[in-house]
């Protein structure tokens, strides 16, 4: 691996320098990537840390009425239906004649509202023997401590014909009411936590929508619910006579059938949780599973970009130190050149100096004209060419996400190829066509995967201080009512020209009047001339990247005789002699073109993206910034 340029300073590398420093204003992408620069490797490496998401899940709904429950209503029918058809438990008999009947209640509202009819007329009050009930109750539910001495009384007493019989009667009728106490208690208290077991059901049935076992479990415990409301109701509207009776005779199993219910709700409650808790282990596993999955490919996607931004960085880096090794060479040469100038300098002087002195048949040279003095602000007031690659950069994208995503990725494997590589590490002016001819890729608003690239490529070789990258999409003027006027091969070069200014500061002293005076004229000529004058007064130390999106788009009839010249000009200037820095040309193509394709004769400088391999990954805008930009 080639040894990154290092800085001045021999710690970090000045690319990652920039990457790290300049590049997280412009694009987001940069913002704490998933990679990071490891200074003993020399190399970008994953992170190790995982991404915390700060964003909190909801919190858990509380419900307090089941008309909100959408998971338990739906079932509820479905209970229904197995309550009234279960032979084990009918209806008792001439209930169905009552308003106490539960079985032709089309809602739960409905059946709790009949439970709470039939606890109201138990609890009631009311009546010339009300208070009798009430006070009955009242001391029923103090009898405890009685029947427990009545009890005591019974086994102290003496065996005698007398006291024995007594004192059990009164301990048999004592244990009957506390016995009875004990039931209208719990058959009172018994519904008050169905809200919370009816949540439970609502919240696992939401949870685990497919898991057919929350949802047996879930009908079974509404039957159980509602056959023990069926019973419950069957006890508040008994004869009080005939409850006591039962009281005294069935001593302990006096409404042990209704207790049964009762606790059945619990057990089914119970059973509910078990089985919310296997598929919630169950769930677990799966999605741990999943996870452990995921976390793989992310892995091995953090990898690849890692790979792919040390793959472009030992490009760049390589490119740089070509550079430097091929401006060297030439300063080398030039230093020679002008030992050599001096020598015969002084070897002429020292001629002149031992010969007779001979007219000279050579008029004096003429003096070059001054330059006329004019700044850059000057000119571009004059042109008045807006910055609306800003613009075209932004728009196209926002459109990314319009394109499949399998050809973004086979767009992006441009940047892998050898024939860009080779185009990018050349070391002289070169160009490159990369062309989209079969199997044409999907197009909005003439937005192409070439424009996405192409996008990409100028944002990252922005932050680049010895690089200048300068574009124009052609597909965003085309259409003079669309974009303004500005379209065809004048606007092309205005653009140009307007980005370099951007770029650079020049010694306008050194402008030829010639272009200065014929600068209002607007013509194609007249720009060429100045991008040219531009292009030649950078410094070999610097690499200008000039990248044309869809230039088949200005071979059609009402563009190409103004465009054609304008896109030969920009490919000239990657072998115009007077140029010393590096010329990099891209022309990108959807479809191919075919006038503009006879300028590229070598089989290095056409690449056919239908040609690459169709991988079966993600395209990522901000990878491929990364790959650029390292």
């Not at 219910?261 to 677990?284: D, G, P, R, V, Y």
């Not at 770029?503 to 060429?528: K, N």
């Amino acid at each position: 691996m080639s040894d990154p340029i290092s800085s001045p300073l021999g710690q970090r590398p000045l690319t990652v320098a920039f990457i790290e420093n300049r590049l997280p204003a412009l694009h987001q992408a940069f913002i704490n990537p998933p990679v990071h620069w490891d200074s003993q490797n020399n190399q970008y490496v994953p992170n190790s840390q995982a991404l915390n998401n700060e964003d909190s899940p909801p919190p858990r709904p509380a419900w307090t009425d089941t008309r909100a429950m959408q998971f338990w209503q739906n079932i509820f029918h479905e209970a229904l239906i197995k309550f009234k058809s279960d032979l084990t438990t009918p209806e008792p008999k001439g209930r169905s004649q009552t308003p106490y009947s539960i079985r032709n209640r089309a809602s739960w509202d409905e059946i709790y509202d009949t439970l709470e009819l039939a606890r109201s007329e138990y609890q009631k009050v009311v009546g010339p023997l009300g208070w009798i009930r009430k006070i009955r109750r009242k001391g029923a539910e103090n009898v405890a401590p009685f029947a427990a001495v009545a009890q005591s009384a019974s086994d102290l007493a003496p065996n005698d014909p007398y006291s024995t019989p007594v004192l059990g009667a009164v301990g048999l009728l004592l244990n009957a009411v506390k016995q009875a106490a004990s039931v209208r208690n719990q058959v009172l208290e018994g519904f008050d936590s169905l809200i919370p077991i009816f949540s439970d059901v609502e919240l696992f049935l939401g949870t685990f929508p497919r898991d057919i076992n929350i949802k047996n479990m879930s009908v079974q415990l509404t039957v159980t619910t509602l056959t023990a409301i069926e019973q419950a109701i069957g006890f508040f509207i008994s004869n009080e006579l005939l409850r006591g009776t039962k009281a005294i005779f069935m001593k302990d199993e006096y409404g042990k059938g209704l207790l049964t219910s009762l606790e059945e709700i619990n057990i089914m409650s119970t059973k509910l949780m078990s089985e919310a808790t296997k598929s919630h282990i169950h769930q677990a596993h799966l999605y741990s599973h999943e996870t452990q999955k995921m976390m793989k490919q992310v892995a091995g996607q953090q990898q690849q970009i890692a790979n792919g931004m040390n793959s472009i960085e030992n490009l760049l880096a390589e490119y740089l130190k070509a550079q430097d090794i091929a401006i060297e060479r030439k300063q080398r040469e030039l230093d020679a050149s002008q030992r050599i100038n001096m020598f015969l300098t002084i070897e002429n002087q020292r001629l002149r100096s031992t010969s007779p002195m001979l007219p000279s048949p050579w008029a004096p040279p003429a003096q070059p004209q001054a330059a006329v003095s004019i700044s850059q602000e000057a000119v571009q007031r004059i042109l008045g060419t807006p910055d609306f690659d800003y613009a075209d950069i932004a728009f196209i994208l926002d459109k990314r996400e319009e394109i499949p995503a399998r050809q973004r990725a086979q767009a992006e494997q441009i940047v892998n190829t050898t024939i860009f590589r080779n185009w990018v590490v050349a070391t002289f002016s070169t160009k490159l066509l990369v062309q989209w001819t079969s199997r044409l890729p999907k197009t909005i608003a003439e937005v192409s995967p070439l424009s996405i690239f192409c996008a990409t490529m100028a944002q990252a070789l922005h932050a680049k201080e010895r690089f200048i990258s300068i574009q124009f999409f052609c597909g965003r003027h085309i259409d003079p009512m669309e974009s303004a006027g500005y379209v065809g091969g004048r606007t092309m070069l205005l653009s140009l020209i307007a980005q370099l200014f951007r770029h650079w500061s020049f010694d306008m002293r050194l402008l030829y009047p010639s272009i200065t005076a014929r600068l209002h004229e607007y013509q194609v000529g007249v720009l060429e001339d100045l991008l040219g004058w531009m292009v030649r007064q950078l410094p070999p130390t610097i690499t200008l990247f000039c990248i044309i999106d869809g230039v088949v788009l200005y071979e059609r009839e009402e563009h190409w005789e103004e465009a054609l010249p304008a896109l030969g000009f920009v490919l000239g200037l990657t072998k115009d002699p007077g140029v010393s820095a590096t010329v990099k040309v891209l022309f990108t193509s959807t479809p191919g073109p075919d006038t503009i394709r006879a300028a590229f004769t070598a089989e290095d400088q056409i690449l056919n993206v239908e040609a690459l391999p169709q991988l079966e990954w993600t395209p990522s805008d901000e990878r491929l910034m990364r790959e650029f930009e390292s």
